[in-house]
C-alpha cells in the first residue's frame, strides 16, 4: 500500500462498510455480531459502531506517559564511541591489538582499537557526555535519557533494520507504529496514527513500516517519497487536473449517478462507495495543509536549521514531525537516510564521514526538542533517537568501524523517561553491552510501556496464533522511567 | 506443550543418573546456605520471569520450586547435582554464551556467581517442594483429529445430487424464498468476467439478451471456459495463493528475473486444465515426477519454484537459520495453500488448538531440509535448473559453449602440469598436493592423534591423501594435534582445511599454542572453507618468539556433527619468506612459462564469460544427495541451534487415514520424501486438500467460501455453512479428475450462481445480512486486473499479448521501476517491496502470504485514484475518443452506446436524463464536447455498476 492509501484509511479512519472489516475477520478475534451491524445501520453514519469493533479491546493498561512518539532514525548506525559511550580506555587503547568477538565472522578474531575521532565533555548539569560531534543537541543532555547497552540480532543491515522496526529479521511481521496504531487508534480521528516521513527505500524498504498481517489501515502512511531524505510530504492523486469548478461538476454527478445505481439495495458497501468519495472530496481541501512549513514563523524555521543548506532537508522533517505531533499523530517516525546501497552512516572506511552527517541532523534535533519542550508538548511526546545497530570499537579498512550489534547507544527523551540520565554500560571498550543490558525487543517493550500498552497483551491473533511486537521475549526496563 | 519438552527435557536428563536431596536430608548448614545465600539470588533476580507468584515461567522453566529447576524448562534441566561446569543455571549467570545470558538485565557479583556454583557443588540443597504445576490442557491429537475438517468426507447425500438441492433444501427449511435470477446483462457479465477477468463486448450483450436462455447461456460459458484468458483469470487466482512475486522481499528484495516462468506455467495449467492434484504434486515434487519427454520435465522443474517463491531475508549471516527460515516458510504456506492448516503455528511447540505436534512439523522439516533450495554466499539464492533456451538462443549458447570448453580445457591442462610441479592446484582436483601449496602445511597423516580417527576421502577437496573425522563419537575425549617449527617471530596467518558438510559439528574448539601464543577459536564446519573451498582463517597473530607451534583440533562432549580435521597451514603476512619446497631451475623456468599461460587463458576466458549469454532458468528444487538426505531434530522453542530429538520424515498425524496403504507413503533414505509428501497431500482419502480446493473455487464465484476463513480450516477457523455440500463438491472434483473448469462449470449452472445481488428492503436481509444461506448473489467488487483490464479495454489500450519475462533485461532494482507495460495486469511484476499503486490502491493479495480472498476496502484513495489519477483521466479521454471523432453525435444514441460498452448495459431514463444534463451543462459543451465525453466516460469508471458485479 503507497502512502496515499493508508493515509485516506486514517482520514477516514475506519472501514466504509462492514464488507471490509469481513476480511479481517478471518484471522482477528473482532467480529462483527449483528448487534454491531444493526447499530451499523441504525446510525446516521456508522463509522462509530464500526469503529468500537475495530480494535481488539486494546485500552491501555495504565494511564499513558507518552501519548505519541517521534522516532529519529539514523540508517546504517552511528558509532557510539564517537557519540555518547565515552569510553577512556579506548582512547588509552589506541592502535592496539586487541581479541573482540567479532559480530560478523562470529568468531574471536585479533582488532586493532581505534580511539573516538571526536573530543569528548560533560554536559550540563547531570554531567552525562557527549562527543563534540553533537554539540547543539548536547545543550539537551538534561533532557535525555541514555540507554548505552543496547543489543540487537542481525549482523548486516536488512535484518537489523527490519528487527529495529518489526522485532523479527526475517519473518514479515508488523512494524512497531502499525503496532501502536492498533493498539491505540489514532488520537486524532482525521489523522493517520502512524506517520513515517520520507523512509528508507531499501533494507526491508515498505517492511519496516508495514502492517503485515495487522488491518491494512494500520500501515505507516508515508508522506513524502522513500528513499529521497529531500522529498516535500504529499499524498498522491490529492490534486485534480481539472479546474474547481469541473472537479466539482464531476463530483456531483457521479454522486447522483452511484445514488441512482444503489437505488433499492440495502447494500452498506454501496453506502461505502458514496461516503468514500465524499471523503476523498474533502481530503482535498483538508489533508493538503497537514504540514504547513513555508508559512512558520523566521524564528521557528530558524531554530530548526531550515534555509541552510546541510540542515535543511532534516529540518523540515522535523518541523513536520512535530506539526504531526502537535496534530495527533501517534507514531511519527523521520529519517536521515537515502536510497544508496550503503545507508547513510554506514562508515566502513570513512570514519570522519559522520562529522558531515551530525551536522545535517544537529541542529534539527536540538530545534526539534527546544520547540517540544516550549510548547509543552515534550512531556508527553517520547523522542527516540537511534539505529539499526551501532559500531566497532576496533577499526575497519584504515579509518572505518564495522557493524556492531553487540552494543550501542540510543536516547530517549521526554515522555515518561528519566532526564539526564544515563543507563546501562558497555565493556571498557565500548564494543559489548554488559551491564543492565537492553535488548531491542526490551525497547520495544518499554516503549509501548510507556504509551500504556502491555507488550504482552498487545497481541494480535492471525491464522490461529496470537503474534506480539516482542514475539515471547522482551523487558521493560522501569529503571529509566521517571 | 512444554510438558512435551519436559517429557524430552527428563529423556536427556535420564542417564545423569543424579539424584537431588529431598527436603528431609539436608543437613541444617545446607539449608541455612540456601536461605542465605541462594533464596535470596533467586528471588530478588530470577522470580521475576520464572515464578507462579509473577505468573511467569518464561523459557517453561520455574525457579521457584526444586522440581523446576530439576525437570528444567525448554533448553534442559537447569541444574544438575554436583555438577558445576555442565549446569546450564552456572553458565547462563556466567555469561558465557552470549545467547544464554541471565539475568537478562546484568551480570550477577562475582559473589552471588559463586554462591551459586557452590550451591551445585554442594548438591544442590533445595527444601522448597512444591509440585510441577501439571494443570491446563494438554495436547490431546486424538481428541482434537475429532474436528469435522480431519474427518473423513461424507459420501451418502440421499437424493441431493446438485448445488441447487443443497442449497434450496437448507434456504426451504430456513423458510427462506431465495431472489430471482439476476437480469441477463448482468448475468453475462458475472459471467464473462469471473470466467476470464474481461468485460463481456457489445455484440456479446446484444446477442444474449435477444435470447436469454439456459443454452445460450452454457454457450458463452463453455466458449470463456475455452479461452486462455481463463487461465489468465484463474491462474492468477492460483497465484495468490502461492504468494507470487517477482522479487524476494526482506532486506534487499532481490529481483525474481524466473518468476515469470512458474506464472506462465501457472496460468498455461489453469487454460489447459491441469488436474489440481496433479499440479500441487508438481508444485511439491516436480523434480522426483516421471516424465515422457523433456519438455515435460522442464515444466515440472518450473513447478517446483513454487517452494522458493518466499518472501525471504537472503543476507542473514546465519545460514542455518536462514536455511529453517526458508523451510519453515516452505511448510507454512504449503499447508495453508494446499491443505488450509496453519502449521507454522508447530515450529515452537505443539499447535495451540489443531492436532499438529511440534514432532510432526519437524518430520516435514527433515523433507524440505534434505532438499537443494538455497546456494549461500554473502547475500545468498534461491536454487535455480537451468532450462532449455529458444532455438535462436540456443545456437549463440552453443558456440559460446563451445568456446568457453576449448579454453577449459587448455586451463585443465595447464593446471595439471603445475600441479605436478607443486604448483596452483587444480580446483577440480580432488586431492589437493601439500606441495602445491605455500607456507608450511601439516597434513593430518603428519598429525599426532589422540583416540580414534576414521581417514576419509568420500567428500572431495582435501590436503593430501585424506582426511580425518571423529566418527562423531563426543563421548570420547579426541584430539589431531599439527605441530610445525616456527623459523622466526612475527606476524602469522593460520589456517584450517576441513571437509565442509551439512553434518558436521557447528563448534569445533582449535587451540593455537606456542610462540607466544594461547588461542581457541571456534569453527563451524558445516561452513565451507573461504580460502579455495579448502582453508578456512582461524586468525592473524603476533607471534613473539620462534619454536614449536601446535595447533589441536578436539572433539566436543555434545557436538552436533562430525569433527574434521585436515591440514593446517600457516602463512606469512609479511610475504612468502617461509620455507616451502624447492624445485630446480628448469622447472622454476617451466613453472614460470606455465604460470604467464594460465594467466592469458584465465583472462580469455573471463573475458569471454563476461560476454556470455544468460543460460536460461527456472527457481526451482531439486533433491540434496542420497549421503545428506536425513531426518531433522525438534528445535527446541525453534530455535535452530537449540536441538531435540530426531523427528522421522513424515506428515499430520491427524490426516492420515486408516486404511491408508503406508507402503507407498513410505520415505526412503535416498530422497527427501516430498514425493510421497506431495502424494499424500492430493491422496483422495486426504480429509483436507479437496475440500480447501473446492472452497476456494466456490468463493471466487460465490463471493464467500463455504468455510468462510479459506486459509485456516483448523479449530480457529470458520466451520462450513454447508459441510455436505462441500463434501458432496469434494467428490465431485475428485470424480472428475480434479478439473477446475469442471467444478467451475457446475457452480456457474447453478440458480444460486445466477441470483440477483440487490437485498432490497427484505425480510432476508435482516434475517441473514451475511447471505450464508446463499438467498441472493454477493455483491462483490471487480479485483484490481479486472478494474485494470476493463479501464484498458475501452481505452483500446489492453494488450492481449500476455507471457514472457516480467523485468526488462537490463532491471537493477524494484525502487523506482516505471510500470508502464500494457499487458493484462497479471502480467504486471508483483514486487514485494515497491508495489505498483494499483494494487495497494485496490487491494492486490499481500505477496508476502497465502491469500485465499482478498480484501475488499471501499476506501477514499480508491475514489481519488478514479478521480484524479493521470492513468484514469489518460484512459478517459482514450475511451471516449472513441466515440467522439469529429463527426457530430445525437447526444442521447451515443450516451447509450457508452453504457452498453462501458457497463454492459444501456441506461435507465434516470441515468439517461442526469447524464445529458450533466453534459449540457458543462460550460464549454459547445465549443470542446470531448472534454464532457471524458468527463462521463471518468464518472462511469467511478461508477457503483462498473466497479461492481451486480
Not at chain 1, 502492517?211 to 498522491?236: D, S
Not at chain 2, 541471565?102 to 533445595?126: C, F, H, N, R, Y
Amino acid at each position: 500500500m503507497d502512502s496515499a492509501s493508508a493515509l485516506a484509511l486514517w482520514l477516514n479512519r475506519f472501514p466504509l462498510s462492514p464488507l471490509n472489516a469481513r476480511e479481517p475477520l478471518l484471522y482477528t478475534t473482532m467480529n462483527l455480531h449483528p448487534t454491531r451491524r444493526s447499530l451499523l445501520q441504525s446510525t446516521a453514519c456508522g463509522f462509530g459502531g464500526l469503529a468500537m469493533s475495530s480494535f481488539a479491546d486494546q485500552t491501555p493498561i495504565q494511564a499513558p506517559r507518552a501519548k505519541r512518539v517521534i522516532f529519529l532514525f539514523m540508517q546504517g548506525g552511528p558509532s557510539q564511541v564517537d557519540t555518547y559511550d565515552y569510553k577512556p580506555e579506548l582512547i588509552k587503547a589506541h592502535d592496539q591489538t586487541v581479541d573482540f568477538h567479532v559480530p560478523r565472522s562470529r568468531e574471536i578474531e585479533q582488532r586493532t582499537v581505534m580511539k573516538p575521532l571526536w573530543d569528548f565533555q560533560q554536559h550540563g548539569e547531570c554531567g552525562r557526555w557527549s562527543s563534540s560531534l553533537f554539540p547543539e543537541v548536547a545543550k539537551h543532555v538534561d533532557d535525555l535519557c541514555f540507554i548505552h547497552s543496547m543489543h540487537t540480532e542481525g549482523v548486516a543491515h536488512g535484518p537489523a533494520t527490519l528487527f529495529l522496526h518489526t522485532g523479527a529479521t526475517n519473518l514479515v511481521r508488523p512494524s512497531m507504529g502499525a503496532w501502536v496504531s492498533y493498539g491505540l487508534g489514532a488520537e486524532n480521528a482525521n489523522l493517520p496514527a502512524f506517520v513515517c516521513v520520507n523512509p528508507p527505500a531499501n533494507k526491508g524498504g515498505p517492511r519496516n513500516y508495514g502492517n503485515a498481517f495487522l488491518p491494512a489501515f494500520h500501515q505507516g502512511t508515508v508522506l513524502g517519497q522513500p528513499g529521497n531524505p529531500n522529498a516535500r510530504p504529499e499524498i498522491k492523486n490529492l490534486k485534480s487536473p481539472l479546474g474547481d469548478d469541473a472537479v466539482l461538476r464531476e463530483h456531483q454527478f457521479l454522486k447522483e449517478l452511484n445514488r441512482a445505481q444503489s437505488r433499492g439495495t440495502t447494500d452498506t458497501v454501496l453506502d461505502g462507495v458514496i461516503h468514500s468519495h465524499e471523503l476523498a472530496w474533502r481530503m482535498q481541501s483538508q489533508a493538503a495543509d497537514l504540514i504547513d512549513i513555508e508559512n512558520s514563523t523566521r524564528e521557528t524555521r530558524e531554530i530548526y536549521g531550515i534555509g541552510d543548506e546541510a540542515t535543511d532537508g532534516f529540518g523540515r522533517q522535523c518541523l513536520a514531525a512535530r506539526q504531526l505531533a502537535e496534530s495527533g499523530v501517534r507514531f511519527i517516525q523521520i529519517n536521515h537516510c537515502d536510497n544508496s546501497s550503503t545507508p547513510v552512516w554506514d562508515q566502513h572506511s570513512n570514519m570522519p564521514k559522520h562529522e558531515t552527517l551530525a551536522g545535517q541532523v544537529d541542529k534539527p534535533i536540538a530545534g526539534l526538542l527546544a520547540d517540544l519542550k516550549r510548547r509543552g508538548l515534550l512531556e508527553d511526546t517520547l523522542v527516540w533517537w537511534g539505529a539499526e545497530f551501532g559500531r566497532t570499537p576496533f577499526s575497519q579498512a584504515n579509518q572505518g568501524r564495522d557493524h556492531n550489534p553487540r552494543g550501542f547507544t540510543t536516547w530517549l527523551a521526554g515522555g515518561g523517561v528519566k532526564p539526564g540520565f544515563a543507563y546501562g554500560a558497555t565493556d571498557e571498550f565500548g564494543f559489548q553491552a554488559v551491564e543492565n543490558k537492553v535488548h531491542m525487543h526490551d525497547l520495544h517493550a518499554t516503549i509501548l510501556d510507556l504509551m500504556g500498552l502491555d507488550h504482552e497483551k498487545l497481541t494480535y491473533n492471525y491464522a490461529g496464533r496470537d503474534f506480539r511486537l516482542t514475539d515471547v521475549h522482551g523487558r521493560v526496563v522501569r529503571e529509566i522511567m521517571a | 506443550m512444554r510438558f512435551v519438552f519436559g517429557a524430552i527435557a527428563t529423556a536427556l536428563l535420564s542417564g545423569v543418573g543424579a539424584t537431588p536431596c529431598g527436603a528431609k536430608e539436608i543437613p541444617e548448614a545446607d539449608l541455612r546456605f540456601f536461605e542465605n545465600r541462594i533464596r535470596p539470588i533467586l528471588v530478588e533476580h530470577c522470580y521475576e520471569c520464572h515464578s507462579e507468584e509473577a505468573g511467569k515461567r518464561k523459557g517453561g522453566l520455574w525457579l521457584d520450586r526444586r522440581a523446576g529447576w530439576e525437570d528444567g524448562g525448554d533448553s534442559g534441566p537447569s541444574a544438575i547435582v554436583h555438577d558445576v561446569e555442565g549446569s546450564l543455571l552456572i553458565k547462563t549467570v556466567r555469561y558465557t554464551d552470549p545467547d544464554l545470558e541471565m539475568p537478562p538485565e546484568g551480570k550477577l557479583s562475582p559473589q552471588d556467581i559463586s554462591d551459586l556454583e557452590t550451591w551445585v557443588a554442594k548438591g544442590l540443597p533445595d527444601p522448597r517442594d512444591k509440585m510441577m504445576d501439571e494443570s491446563g490442557e494438554g495436547f490431546d491429537l486424538e481428541k482434537r483429529k475429532q474436528y469435522w475438517s480431519y474427518q473423513p468426507r461424507k459420501k451418502a447425500f440421499g437424493d441431493r445430487d446438485s448445488i441447487d438441492d443443497f442449497i434450496n433444501f437448507r434456504l426451504a427449511s430456513e423458510g427462506f424464498e431465495p431472489l430471482p435470477a439476476a437480469s441477463p446483462e448482468a448475468l453475462l457479465r458475472r459471467a464473462k468476467i469471473d470466467l476470464t477477468g474481461l468485460i463481456p463486448k457489445p455484440e456479446e450483450i446484444e446477442s444474449y439478451t435477444a435470447n436469454p436462455d439456459h443454452e445460450s447461456y452454457e454457450h458463452f460459458v463453455d466458449a470463456w471456459l475455452g479461452t486462455h484468458a481463463f487461465g489468465e483469470r484463474w491462474g492468477r487466482h492460483w497465484l495468490d495463493i502461492v504468494r507470487y512475486a517477482d522479487s524476494s522481499g526482506g532486506g534487499r528484495a532481490l529481483a525474481f528475473p524466473n518468476a515469470w516462468r512458474l506464472r506462465d506455467y501457472v496460468i498455461d495449467s489453469f487454460a489447459d486444465d491441469r488436474p489440481l492434484d496433479e499440479l500441487i504434486r508438481a508444485h511439491v515434487a516436480g523434480d522426483l515426477l516421471p516424465f515422457e519427454d523433456p519438455s515435460e520435465r522442464v515444466e515440472n522443474l518450473i513447478a517446483t519454484g513454487f517452494l522458493v517463491m518466499g518472501p525471504i531475508n537472503y543476507e542473514n549471516q546465519n545460514k542455518d537459520e536462514l536455511e529453517f527460515d526458508i523451510i519453515d516458510e516452505q511448510i507454512d504456506t504449503l499447508g495453508r495453500a494446499f491443505m488450509g492448516q496453519t502449521l507454522g503455528c508447530a515450529r515452537c511447540h505443539d499447535h495451540k488448538f489443531d492436532p499438529i505436534p511440534t514432532s510432526d512439523y519437524y518430520a516435514m522439516a527433515g523433507i524440505f531440509k534434505s532438499t537443494d533450495f538455497v546456494t549461500h554466499a554473502n547475500v545468498s539464492k534461491w536454487h535455480t535448473e537451468p532450462v532449455p533456451p529458444s532455438s535462436d538462443a540456443k545456437e549463440v549458447l552453443d558456440a559460446h559453449a563451445e568456446g568457453e570448453k576449448s579454453f577449459q580445457t587448455v586451463i585443465s591442462e595447464l593446471k595439471q602440469e603445475l600441479a605436478l610441479l607443486g604448483r596452483g592446484a587444480g580446483s577440480r582436483v580432488a586431492s589437493v598436493p601439500i606441495l602445491s601449496l605455500p607456507g608450511i602445511v601439516v597434513d593430518g597423516s603428519d598429525a599426532i592423534l589422540e583416540g580414534e580417527w576414521q581417514e576419509s576421502t568420500s567428500t572431495p577437496r582435501y590436503v593430501g591423501g585424506y582426511y580425518l573425522h571423529d566418527l562423531h563419537e563426543g563421548t570420547i575425549p579426541k584430539s589431531v594435534r599439527f605441530e610445525f617449527e616456527l623459523p622466526h617471530s612475527g606476524r602469522f596467518e593460520i589456517r584450517i582445511a576441513y571437509s565442509a558438510a551439512p553434518n558436521r559439528n557447528t563448534a569445533v574448539p582449535v587451540t593455537i599454542e606456542g610462540g607466544g601464543i594461547a588461542k581457541t577459536v571456534t569453527v563451524n564446519q558445516r561452513i565451507r572453507p573461504e580460502h579455495d573451498r579448502l582453508f578456512h582463517t582461524l586468525g592473524k597473530w603476533e607471534f613473539t618468539k620462534a619454536g614449536r607451534i601446535s595447533v589441536t583440533v578436539r572433539n566436543t562432549p555434545n557436538g552436533d556433527g562430525h569433527v574434521m580435521a585436515d591440514a593446517i597451514q600457516c602463512l606469512s603476512e609479511a610475504g612468502n619468506e617461509l620455507p616451502s619446497s624447492e624445485l630446480s631451475e628448469v622447472e622454476k623456468t617451466r613453472v614460470t612459462q606455465l604460470e604467464a599461460d594460465l594467466k592469458v587463458a584465465e583472462a580469455s576466458l573471463q573475458k569471454l564469460l563476461k560476454s556470455a549469454p544468460r543460460i536460461p532458468k527456472a527457481m526451482s528444487v531439486v533433491d540434496l544427495k542420497a549421503e545428506e538426505i536425513s531426518d531433522t531434530e525438534i528445535r527446541i522453542r525453534g530455535v535452530e541451534a537449540n536441538r531435540g530429538p530426531v523427528a522421522p520424515r513424515g506428515f499430520l498425524q491427524a490426516a492420515v487415514w486408516n486404511e491408508m496403504d503406508r507402503e507407498s507413503f513410505e520415505i526412503s533414505d535416498a530422497q527427501s520424501g516430498r514425493l510421497e509428501l506431495a502424494r499424500w497431500i492430493t491422496a483422495p482419502q486426504n480429509p483436507l486438500t479437496a475440500r480447501v480446493m473446492v472452497n476456494r473455487i466456490w468463493l471466487h464465484l460465490m463471493g464467500e467460501g463455504l468455510v468462510r476463513t479459506a486459509d485456516n480450516f483448523g479449530i480457529t477457523g470458520e466451520k462450513p455453512t454447508h459441510p455436505e455440500l462441500l463434501d458432496f463438491l469434494a467428490g465431485r472434483l475428485i470424480d472428475s479428475g480434479w478439473s477446475t473448469k469442471a467444478l467451475v462449470k457446475e457452480i456457474m449452472m447453478s440458480d444460486a450462481y445466477a441470483r440477483c445481488s440487490r437485498a432490497g428492503e427484505l425480510m432476508q436481509a435482516k434475517a441473514d445480512p451475511e447471505n450464508k444461506l446463499y438467498w441472493r448473489a454477493h455483491l462483490r467488487p471487480l479485483d484490481v486486473e479486472a478494474l485494470r483490464d476493463a479501464i484498458l479495454t475501452l481505452s483500446g489500450e489492453l494488450d492481449l499479448n500476455g507471457g514472457g519475462p516480467s523485468l526488462p533485461k537490463k532491471f537493477k532494482s524494484e525502487f523506482g521501476h516505471q510500470f508502464v507495460t500494457l499487458k493484462r495486469t497479471v502480467y504486471v511484476p508483483a514486487f514485494r517491496n515497491s508495489g505498483y499503486e494499483m494494487f495497494s490502491v485496490f487491494d492486490f493479495a499481500n505477496p508476502n502470504f497465502t491469500v485465499g480472498k482478498r480484501a475488499d476496502s471501499t476506501i477514499p484513495t480508491q475514489a481519488l485514484f478514479l478521480t484524479n489519477s493521470s492513468f484514469v483521466h489518460e484512459q478517459a479521454e482514450k475511451a471516449a475518443a472513441r466515440f467522439v471523432n469529429g463527426e457530430t453525435l445525437d447526444i442521447e444514441d451515443t450516451i447509450r452506446a457508452v453504457f452498453l460498452h462501458t457497463l454492459a448495459r444501456t441506461p435507465t431514463a434516470e441515468e439517461l436524463e442526469l447524464t445529458v444534463d450533466f453534459m449540457e451543462r458543462d460550460p464549454n459543451w459547445e465549443t470542446n464536447p470531448s472534454a464532457a465525453w471524458t468527463a462521463l466516460q471518468r464518472s462511469l469508471f467511478g461508477s457503483i455498476d462498473f466497479r461492481y458485479l451486480r
